[in-house]
């Protein structure tokens, strides 16, 4: 009898050691996708944006820097996807998000443009892309937050190093740098012309 | 409080149970009406057999079954745009497969989700919903029906309402027919087994219902919704639109009554009692806390 108890107590340790392996491994292959999401989203943000560069043509003063500006940002893009980092996915998606942000300026500052059909469908699109890529964000965060917590609780915390699991970095920034401090422009009263 | 693993396996076992208190409920009242009347053994095996199909149909089908009865159409990108991103950009967050999205032609503001899994879901929402609801509000409507499908609730109420409908079905049918006019003792005779077996059997049905339908489920969708969007505000005002709203869905059934993210018969007292939601004044104030 012993010797079945014995047996039974190494079985339930095996399938208890399995299911936390593979729980782990799920999850990290879910961050990976869920970064791989991030970065075909910002992918599509930049493919939506010479369209809308055409229709608004008319109304731009630098036409050629925002279209360097867009090359950079695409770089970016393409850069992080391959190296699979979230950090340089932020800087990607920040650089996105300032053309995006001159462009719509012109959009609403112009109704002739705001009032046509398809710049509405183009801003339509380019905010759902932007709620992807919050949403696919959020999901990284959370996956990581779960990760994280497994492998640094108990019995994670023994476990992990065997098992070869390092701490998922997730969208985390840099503790200190340029963007944690107030640039003079952004203190200043917001102007529209309209 | 259950975490979402063992809500997710406490649904699936629950509609084991389910499945298999149904089969044994067709089978025994088969078996009780063969032995009393001396009919053919193999009514048993006839009744075994329909069980079993109606149970795998129910699980396989059940999707399609719901969707016919509300005569819901499939919803296209382009002329439901923010109901297909909306989906589309929650089933992101969540990390699961984007479900089939429909639409149902009716003005009353409601929606439901159904399938076995999260592989297999869909999502129902009616013109009403679409055309009242901001898309915030739409965002967190369609949170809130994301988190029953993440949970297994849609494979639960799914299975109930249509192995439900089976035997209301069924016994319909045996209480009309009488099995033809000259035996009509015999047929009688079926009728008080029949009777006699549902007493039986009635709490063992309200105990189904009572699994399925739990009102505490609305609530932890309520919250997984408002988890996921990070705006109560949003379903706040979507939920006191879509229960001020007075038009009524008339493709709902009672058996179709639990899928729906608000009570489809809002306005009849008598429904309140054995309501399959909780009072909305509740829900409400239960997410303003989330504020």
Redesign the interface.
Known sequence: MPFLAILAIVALVIVFLISFFNRLRSIQI?IQ??IQ?IGNQLKRQANLIPNLIESVKGYMKHEKDIFTSLTDARKLVNQAIESNDPTQLNKAQESIGKIIKGLSVIVESNPEIKASQVVGSLM?ELR?TA??V???R??LID?SADYNTAISTIPGIWLAPTMGFKPEKGLSVPASGKFLEVSEEEIKEPSVKI | MLNVYEQVQGNKTRSAVIITLFVAFIISAAALITYSFELDPSVIIFAAIFSLISSVISYEYGDKIVLSLNNAHPAEREKYFDFYTVTENLSIGTGIPKPKIYVIESDSPNAFATGKDPEHAIICATTGLLNKLDRTELENVIAHELSHIQNYDTRIMMIVSILIGTLSILINLVSRNRFGRDRDRKSNGILIILGLLLLLFAPLIGQIIQLAISRRREYLADASAVKLTRQPQGLISALKKISSDSSILSSASTATESLYIVNPFKNNKITNLFSTHPPMVDRIKALEQML
């Open positions: 879910q996708a869920s999401e339509n759902d709620d992807k919050t949403y696919a959020r999901l996956l």
